[in-house]
């Protein structure tokens, strides 16, 4: 979807003075969390209501997203760095695998600090995550695809009657496909 701006958003656009924050979005079962790249913690009602986005500043870093027309399957990877023995403990609690996630940049205006626009730039999925630990300090690396993913998964659906009456007990639409396939349509006389 497009985004419309006025014209003072606008020019702070193509100006170089906004402040830019990369913000994560993973949502669980359990709850949605928010990471930004700021040392204090914020909320964005607007976009992700209820989520309070904490602080990380340079621990989280985050490959740039793909920016391609196509349905190939895009990835990137993001690191949570400095983390304490009690957070890796919290973190492996829960089921990162196939966890939705969103990367959005936010744009801040440095004279109001009055939130512009925000960006979203890649949604998806955390295919694989893994802790790395060396010393006293931890690294979580989550590596995510595209929603562009769902199209290249197999499924177990084999649409027919049988398949349908599962999903849509009653519907006989499954039953007229065989005739559909072989009437003969003539067209143009």
């Known amino acids: ?10 020019a702070l656009l193509d100006g ?16 949605t969390w928010g990471f930004w790249s700021d040392v204090y913690s914020a909320q964005f009602p607007g976009y992700w209501p209820g989520v309070t986005f904490t602080g990380a500043g340079s621990l989280i870093e985050i490959t740039e997203p793909p ?3 196509s349905n190939d399957v895009q990835t990137l990877t993001g690191t949570l760095s400095g ?3 009690d957070v890796l ?8 695998h196939r966890a939705k996630v969103e990367i959005a940049r936010a744009y801040y205006d440095p004279q109001t600090r ?5 960006d979203v730039r ?9 802790i790395r630990e060396t010393g006293e300090e931890a690294v979580l690396v989550i590596e995510c695809v595209s929603r562009a993913s769902e199209l290249q998964r197999a499924t177990y659906r084999k649409r027919t009657t049988a398949d349908q009456q599962r999903t849509f007990p009653g519907d006989k ?3 007229f496909t065989n005739k559909v396939v072989s009437t003969r349509i003539t067209v143009g006389r």
């Open 83 to 85: 983390l304490s023995s």
């Open 114 to 118: 009055a939130l512009v626009t925000i």
């Open 67 to 69: 920016q391609a027309l």
């Open 1 to 10: 979807m497009v985004k419309a701006f006025d014209a003072a958003t606008l």
């Open 16 to 31: 170089d003075s906004l402040v830019v924050r990369d913000l994560l979005v993973v949502a669980l079962p359990e709850g």
């Open 89 to 96: 403990t919290t973190i492996g609690a829960y089921n990162l």
């Open 173 to 175: 639409g499954f039953e």
């Open 122 to 130: 890649f949604r998806g999925y955390i295919d694989r995550d893994e």
